[in-house]
């Protein structure tokens, strides 16, 4: 707790101590003074409940001092209206320890502070204070009836009747006046405040003011319009109010006597009191419900700034991964570019030595392995972002076995392996596929099975199922490899999961390639799994619906060889991807001019007569999509060239930007032979 709250403490409690006091001394005046009864009890007697409230509330050393001060002037006021010694050192001794032990009593029963914030919590301060005041009033009938021969039963009932309203009104009414809760619960302005109080008053004074003919039910309404309007506090003021207007009229009715007959005054005073305490309780619960009612909206209100705040910084975070995948996609990627450009160059010569032919291998290799992890890596950034959509058409599922087999055959020879294909396929027709995604399933599977197995073979194995609807395709990876325990089974298909991870591990990877191919599978609306045993291989198995399609003529995949085919300008400020770009179209006999930046470009394109243009987006003086709507501004047929981004950049948002500015396909970094052929091809065809 900061200084400035401790010292705002402190004076809240003396306040609290010196309005008890006060509140004490003037209520003791009133009952002692007019309501007492034949057996020296008074009707009217709140002030134990006083003492106990402000026990529950107060500190230590207050709680003494009120105890001091109320008992010096309980006994001085007992002596005043006529007691003996011994009746005053009873009553006062008695009052005290009812206080006291209700205050004990209440402790236990909430374990710690006393708070009336439910109707629960009402119900059980009413439960254990009354049965303290039956005890107390027990032992002061007891004490009384030997000090002076007073009537046992009479003066039980007497105490135990003021006492126990006094509690079960007083009480609970000051814990809601101090609680700090129900004021920020409901705030209102000092003016609704005034005029609700005053009406209380007043329409208490109408009722009580001749209680020959009193109409009492009229203030349910305004009771219940207090505690609508202040909470659980304006039940408790509006009860307070009614107490304070009706028990001094009442008393005046009774001096001038004017009761309604056959109601003598205890009587009349009592009435009066369980009257107020049935107001109280009635208001008060409708305070207390629309009290726990704006507390759970209030709760609400915080749940969803907290739910808001939390999206927020969710999105923030999406964005930034997205940007930091992109940025690191685009550094490494550029420079792989080159790796494996200039090895596919190098290997298309026919004056390397075997040795260098075989080094140029390796090096393509491995930046091929180094290429799969990092798309690897953007596929999962697709997956997470739903961005990863299907193309379907039709394709041949056998033909897509066939080539995936075909592509890690290679690898596969070169350990000693043999790699089979079965297809049983009763249908022997083409099926809606993402042939590209298949593909890439496959593929993880069959790269997994070549890399885990040292001797014997790989058989690929396709089964397709007829249905009435979609046909059923099974695709199953067998091999002879060294198998996966029982208990790392559930492991396979999570993220970043090496089942052989130590510091010794003989293989690599980073964990993805069966996680991203869950995902596509499932996207597929198909599924995975594996069996597998230690020492008896493997095999991975992928089951995914398909209908029947019909054959679509196929698009050209190569160039034409003719140097005449294809004029060419290629847009880069790398200096090596420009060599590696040009030295590939050339190989395929196209003409090629490059550029440096957007503004060359332009002012080549204007200059004209290309049939493809191939740009790069990140370029100083003027970026690629800059330069890409410039061109398209162009008149004539140097405005409708096709312009093809060849970039880094490969996450699907940056790709959807290259299309919004006009650009027809796009090829990532590093770029691969097949791939620049195909979509350069493509494009020829379609500008014939």
Not at 181 to 187: N, P, V
Not at 207 to 216: E, G, K, M, S
Not at 433 to 462: H, S
Request: aromatic share 6%.
């Amino acid at each position: 707790m900061t200084r400035s709250a401790a010292l705002q403490e402190t004076r809240r409690q003396t306040v609290l101590l010196l309005v008890l006091t006060a509140a004490f001394a003037a209520a003791q005046l009133f009952s002692d003074g007019l309501t007492r009864g034949p057996t020296g009890v008074a009707a009217l007697w709140p002030g134990a409940a006083l003492l106990a409230v402000g026990l529950m509330a107060l500190g230590p050393p207050r709680r003494l001092i009120l105890t001091v001060v109320i008992g010096v002037v309980h006994f001085a006021l007992c002596l005043a209206f006529g007691d003996s010694l011994e009746r005053a050192v009873v009553f006062t001794a008695v009052n005290l320890a009812e206080a006291w032990a209700a205050r004990e009593a209440v402790r236990r029963a909430f374990g710690g502070a006393a708070r009336v914030r439910t109707m629960r919590h009402l119900a059980l301060l009413v439960t254990v204070t009354v049965p303290v005041v039956a005890v107390t009033a027990a032992i002061a009938a007891g004490l009384m009836n030997l000090l002076d021969h007073a009537p046992f039963v009479s003066l039980w009932r007497d105490w135990f009747v003021s006492g126990s309203l006094g509690m079960v009104l007083i009480v609970p009414a000051v814990l809601v006046l101090i609680d700090a809760e129900h004021k920020r619960t409901f705030h209102r302005s000092l003016g609704e405040r005034l005029g609700l109080f005053l009406l209380m008053a007043v329409l208490t004074a109408a009722v009580f003011h001749d209680t020959r003919a009193p109409l009492p039910f009229v203030l349910f309404p305004a009771a219940i319009l207090c505690a609508f309007r202040l909470g659980p506090r304006g039940a408790a003021e509006a009860a307070l109010t009614i107490a304070v207007v009706s028990l001094p009229l009442g008393v005046w009715n009774i001096w001038l006597g004017q009761l309604l007959a056959p109601w003598d005054p205890v009587q009349m005073t009592r009435l009066i009191q369980c009257f107020v305490t049935v107001v109280f309780a009635t208001a008060l619960a409708a305070g207390l419900a629309l009290a726990q009612q704006e507390r759970l909206r209030r709760l609400l209100v915080r749940r969803e700034q907290l739910t808001r705040a939390a999206r927020a910084r969710a999105l923030a975070a999406a964005e930034a991964k997205t940007e930091f995948l992109a940025t690191m996609s685009h550094e490494i990627r550029t420079p792989l570019n080159s790796i494996l450009g200039f090895a596919q160059l190098l290997a298309g010569r026919d004056d390397l030595p075997a040795d260098a032919h075989r080094q140029v291998g390796m090096i393509d290799t491995a930046g091929a392995a180094l290429l799969t992890v990092v798309s690897d890596i953007l596929d999962v950034s697709r997956v997470d972002s739903g961005q990863v959509e299907l193309m379907l058409q039709p394709a041949s599922a056998s033909a897509v076995l066939h080539d995936a087999v075909g592509i890690v055959l290679p690898e596969a020879q070169a350990k000693h392996l043999s790699l089979e294909i079965d297809v049983i396929d009763p249908v022997g027709g083409l099926h809606d596929l993402d042939a590209l995604r298949l593909r890439q399933v496959l593929l993880n599977l069959l790269n997994n099975a070549v890399k885990f197995t040292e001797r014997g073979k790989i058989v690929a194995r396709l089964i397709v199922e007829p249905g009435e609807v979609e046909d059923r395709l099974r695709f199953e990876i067998a091999d002879t490899g060294v198998g996966v325990p029982i208990e790392d089974q559930a492991r396979l298909f999570q993220r970043f999961v090496q089942l052989d991870s130590g510091a010794t591990r003989a293989y690599g990877g980073a964990g993805l390639g069966l996680a991203i191919s869950k995902s596509l599978v499932e996207l597929m609306g198909g599924r995975i799994g594996a069996d597998s045993a230690p020492g008896h291989g493997s095999c991975f198995w992928f089951e995914v619906p398909a209908a029947e399609a019909e054959p679509l003529a196929a698009p050209a995949t190569e160039v034409a060889r003719d140097p005449k085919a294809a004029r060419i300008l290629l847009v880069d400020d790398h200096p090596m991807n420009r060599e590696i770009g040009v030295g590939l179209l050339r190989l395929a006999g196209c003409h090629v001019e490059t550029a440096e930046n957007g503004r060359q470009a332009l002012a080549a394109a204007a200059r004209g007569h290309f049939d493809i243009i191939l740009m790069d987006i990140h370029m100083p003086e003027m970026d690629g999509l800059a330069a890409t709507r410039a061109i398209r501004g162009l008149e004539g047929p140097a405005g409708r060239v096709p312009i093809i981004a060849m970039s880094a950049d490969a996450l699907p948002q940056q790709v959807e930007r290259c299309f919004a500015a006009g650009m027809v396909d796009h090829i990532a970094k590093p770029v691969q032979r097949e791939v620049l052929y195909a979509k350069v091809g493509r494009w020829l065809e379609a500008g014939e």
